[in-house]
């Protein structure tokens, strides 16, 4: 928003410099981010009478024009196509300065002497597109009789400074100058005085009826109709002042329409009433399909979420975006209606941003406008179509719908504003400070009723009176101090501790951290989980992220994938991150923080001694083990047989329990999808960390190392191939006596010289007795029940 300190002035008298003004606005919220000063760098620029004009000579472009400038005529040579006698225009004198230092002096021109410069508006630091469209390839002609001699800049109301407020999107109320007059006398004081817009009714008949078809669309829809209407350029002040605010003048009715906007944040439309093609006008939901064309002449296929105005049977403008091209005002006008409403900001937002047709007035729409100036602004417009296009109003306000325009209330208290924001206000200092706001407040005691207007719904809450009272009575005079609290030592917490034990253990293991999104495919989500509904993204960049993951698998698959295809064969990834759990439409889905790695190719290759190691299930168990191991939790972790998954092998994959609580899965790829992905043997993992950060250590006891040996026996057995090694491990802690101190599972084969369906199994049991050295026939006692328990769960010793 441009706000002209000479507009500004005209609703609230200030006399303070622009730069202190400027200054004092940013510190109180709203950040200034240029001055725009069009007196820089500009002097002897004047008002110059055209008194005649003659063909040059020698140059069939060129133009002698004898110019009154007040004190004397001078002769000036001038090229612009447009300049004409009895015209009143701006010259720069001979010894004058333009915008980027362009000094005008003395010269000659194809032999004639030009004494100064007749200028155009782009000479004067306006931007071209800014330009009304009868000055863009020529001289500026004033459209009123001005005096010769009389200041330039004054004329053209340059003699000003523009400031750009940089607003956050709460801040609509300052998207025009009542707006920017509020919150000066704010800061400032002072009282601020509304343009003129009262308006008599006509006594004519309207012969037009309005009609809201949905009350969610347009909650008011109010109009007046203007007859009589000439169309001509608006006044040179009107003009300058839209200038300076960034839009560019048209005509007479375009441009008081865009000024109202301007003045009250209220957007207008102008329609042609002669070629509305009814007695109606009814505003609705667009049908899915339906086509319009817009003022720009394009066709516009319109959805059923977009909000037309329409003669009753089409449409005729799309509603606060773009009027429709066969009701546009032009030349031939002779009757306007004047449309002022209310229109449903979610959908302008969306119909704007789909058809990608931003303007100053989707602008303000798509955040609400004030109830308070919908008909001010409405009575505005007419008034000076009245003033500046000789039109008639023709009758009364014409409208459908219910226009709220009854303050809010908030209610708050002294003690909730000074222990937010540590201070010592009385009651009647925020009192004070509100009503410079324009927030009446009724006082009981120390609570406060807050009225607020309709131009400043963004507040909504107690908090929101708290911040206006802080930025209004000034930021500066917070008091300052440090937080009342006890200091602690910062550390670690116990999970934090954890997860970099994990990280450490996992990469001196030899694998590397992967990170990936945690949006994925709708195909990719279904795999490697069992998690019921899937959290989807309403507007997904595309397909590829379309969903929150609810396994790191599958992107860790993708990684190593990539590195194959880069020649990478031996990988290792691990990564730490989040899965989510759909809880339903509307609930906030449920979040995990899992641990997850693939391996893939070798791993400890050693090429001087000739040994590697498989990346397989046994590799990636080991893996998972030590992790348990370094937690802790070694002895509360067993592990079964799993099939549960259809992306991984029914043999080779295996469920992890803590307590008999299943927290993850380790094994390998099923051989398929490996192959569909061009991978190799490939073995995976995932557990359920925050399970693991939540089991609570208790304290560690050391047990003396033993001064007296153990002693080792190892037992082969044929079991089916069904039977886990861990059944076997547990058979014989169970019969064993006191002191098995160790069960290790050394060797399984399965092929020739095996009988079908049978595997070998061989385990090594440690015992010791930390008291003395066993003998054998102690081993023998303890030894002889496990075989015996063995061979009676099915087991035969070899």
């Not at 004092?24 to 725009?36: L, N, Q």
């Not at 505005?380 to 009364?396: I, P």
């Given at each position: 928003?441009?706000?002209?300190?000479?507009?500004?002035?005209?609703?609230?008298?200030?006399?303070?410099?622009?730069?202190?003004?400027?200054?004092?606005?940013?510190?109180?919220?709203?950040?200034?981010?240029?001055?725009?000063?069009y007196t820089a760098e500009v002097k002897n620029l004047v008002v110059g009478y055209v008194k005649t004009v003659e063909q040059?000579?020698?140059?069939?472009?060129?133009?002698?024009?004898?110019?009154?400038?007040?004190?004397?005529?001078?002769?000036?040579?001038?090229?612009?196509?447009?300049?004409?006698?009895?015209?009143?225009?701006?010259?720069?004198k001979v010894g004058g300065r333009l915008p980027g230092g362009i000094k005008i002096k003395r010269a000659k021109l194809r032999g004639e002497v030009s004494e100064g410069m007749i200028c155009s508006l782009e000479e004067l630091g306006i931007n071209e597109d800014q330009v009304p469209a009868e000055y863009q390839n020529g001289i500026f002609m004033f459209q009123e009789e001005k005096m010769a001699g009389e200041d330039a800049?004054?004329?053209?109301?340059?003699?000003?400074?523009?400031?750009?407020?940089?607003?956050?999107?709460?801040?609509?109320?300052?998207?025009?100058?009542?707006?920017?007059?509020?919150?000066?006398?704010?800061?400032?004081?002072?009282?601020?005085?509304?343009?003129?817009?009262?308006?008599?009714?006509?006594?004519?008949?309207?012969?037009?009826?309005?009609?809201?078809?949905?009350?969610?669309?347009?909650p008011f829809y109010g109009a007046r109709i203007v007859t009589g209407v000439t169309i001509a350029p608006s006044p040179t002040w009107m003009q300058m002042r839209l200038i300076k605010a960034g839009i560019r003048p048209i005509n007479n009715v375009v441009d008081i329409s865009n000024y109202v906007l301007l003045e009250f944040g209220q957007p207008l439309h102008m329609f042609d009433r002669d070629q509305i093609g009814s007695d109606e006008i009814v505003t609705r939901y667009a049908h899915e399909n339906e086509k319009m064309t817009t003022l720009d002449g394009r066709?516009?296929?319109?959805?059923?979420?977009?909000?037309?105005?329409?003669?009753?049977?089409?449409?005729?403008?799309?509603?606060?975006?773009?009027?429709?091209?066969?009701?546009?005002v032009t030349d031939q006008t002779t009757s306007v209606v004047i449309e002022s409403a209310v229109f449903n900001p979610v959908s302008i937002r969306k119909t704007s941003g789909r058809l990608n047709l931003r303007s100053e007035a989707s602008a303000r729409f798509e955040k609400g406008v004030s109830?308070?100036?919908?008909?001010?602004?409405?009575?505005?417009?007419?008034?000076?179509?009245?003033?500046?296009?000789?039109?008639?109003?023709?009758?009364?306000?014409?409208?459908?719908?219910?226009?709220?325009?009854e303050d809010t209330t908030i209610n708050i208290t002294k003690a909730f504003i000074n222990s937010h924001l540590g201070m010592e206000l009385e009651t009647a200092e925020i009192?004070?400070?509100?009503?410079?706001?324009?927030?009446?407040?009724?006082?009981?005691?120390?609570?406060?009723?807050?009225?607020?207007?309709?131009?400043?719904?963004?507040?909504?809450?107690?908090?929101?009176?708290?911040?206006?009272?802080?930025?209004?009575?000034?930021?500066?005079?917070?008091?300052?101090?440090?937080?009342?609290t006890s200091t602690t030592s910062g550390k670690l917490t116990d999970e934090q501790k954890k997860t970099r034990t994990i990280r450490h253990q996992l990469e001196s293991l030899g694998l590397s951290q992967a990170i990936n999104y945690a949006l994925t495919s709708r195909e990719k989500a279904e795999q490697f989980n069992e998690l019921e509904g899937t959290v989807e993204l309403l507007m997904p960049m595309s397909e590829d992220h379309a969903v929150l993951r609810k396994s790191m698998i599958p992107h860790l698959v993708d990684n190593v994938v990539y590195n194959r295809n880069r020649q990478q064969k031996d990988v290792q990834f691990y990564e730490i991150g989040r899965i989510f759990q759909s809880n339903g439409t509307g609930v906030l889905p449920e979040e995990r923080e899992m641990l997850a790695g693939v391996i893939t190719g070798e791993m400890n290759r050693t090429d001087w001694l000739g040994t590697k190691v498989p990346a397989d299930f046994f590799a990636a168990k080991g893996i998972v083990e030590s992790v348990f191991a370094k937690l802790g939790l070694g002895d509360?972790?067993?592990?079964?047989?799993?099939?549960?998954?259809?992306?991984?092998?029914?043999?080779?994959?295996?469920?992890?329990?803590?307590?008999?609580?299943?927290?993850?899965?380790?094994?390998?790829?099923?051989?398929?999808?490996?192959?569909?992905?061009?991978?190799?043997?490939?073995?995976?993992?995932?557990?359920?960390?925050?399970?693991?950060?939540?089991?609570?250590?208790?304290?560690?006891f050391y047990d003396q190392l033993s001064r007296y040996p153990s002693i080792t026996r190892d037992i082969a057995l044929v079991v089916d191939r069904t039977?886990?090694?861990?059944?076997?491990?547990?058979?014989?802690?169970?019969?064993?006596?006191?002191?098995?101190?160790?069960?290790?599972?050394f060797d399984v084969y399965e092929g020739d010289n095996m009988e079908a369906g049978k595997k070998s199994v061989a385990l090594r049991l440690t015992y010791l007795n930390k008291e003395h050295t066993l003998t054998d026939e102690e081993i023998e006692k303890q030894h002889t029940p496990v075989l015996e328990a063995l061979v009676a769960n099915g087991a035969q010793i070899r």
């Open positions: 928003m441009k706000v002209s300190r000479e507009w500004l002035n005209e609703w609230i008298p200030n006399e303070v410099p622009v730069s202190e003004l400027a200054e004092k606005i940013t510190r109180g919220g709203i950040e200034v981010d240029e001055i725009i000063d040059h000579p020698e140059a069939d472009r060129l133009r002698i024009c004898q110019v009154d400038t007040g004190e004397e005529t001078h002769q000036i040579i001038c090229g612009a196509p447009n300049v004409k006698a009895d015209s009143y225009v701006v010259v720069c800049l004054a004329a053209l109301l340059l003699d000003d400074q523009v400031m750009e407020f940089d607003l956050t999107p709460n801040r609509k109320d300052a998207l025009s100058m009542a707006g920017a007059a509020y919150e000066t006398r704010a800061l400032f004081g002072g009282e601020v005085a509304l343009p003129a817009h009262e308006v008599e009714d006509g006594t004519g008949s309207s012969a037009l009826e309005i009609r809201n078809a949905d009350a969610e669309a347009v066709e516009r296929k319109l959805e059923s979420g977009d909000i037309v105005i329409t003669n009753g049977s089409e449409p005729i403008a799309l509603a606060g975006v773009m009027g429709g091209e066969f009701s546009e109830h308070e100036f919908v008909l001010k602004a409405l009575d505005r417009a007419a008034l000076l179509l009245t003033q500046y296009a000789g039109g008639t109003v023709a009758s009364s306000v014409l409208s459908s719908g219910e226009l709220d325009v009192q004070e400070t509100l009503s410079k706001l324009g927030l009446s407040t009724a006082v009981d005691g120390d609570a406060l009723e807050v009225s607020v207007p309709s131009r400043r719904d963004d507040l909504k809450i107690k908090q929101d009176i708290t911040e206006e009272v802080a930025r209004i009575y000034g930021y500066d005079a917070l008091p300052s101090s440090m937080p009342d509360s972790i067993r592990y079964e047989q799993s099939s549960r998954f259809d992306t991984m092998h029914p043999g080779r994959t295996a469920d992890v329990l803590l307590d008999n609580e299943r927290i993850g899965t380790i094994g390998e790829l099923h051989p398929k999808y490996a192959q569909q992905n061009d991978l190799d043997r490939t073995a995976v993992f995932e557990i359920d960390l925050d399970r693991l950060l939540s089991v609570k250590q208790g304290n560690i039977v886990a090694a861990d059944t076997l491990v547990r058979t014989v802690e169970t019969a064993a006596g006191k002191h098995l101190v160790d069960v290790f599972v």
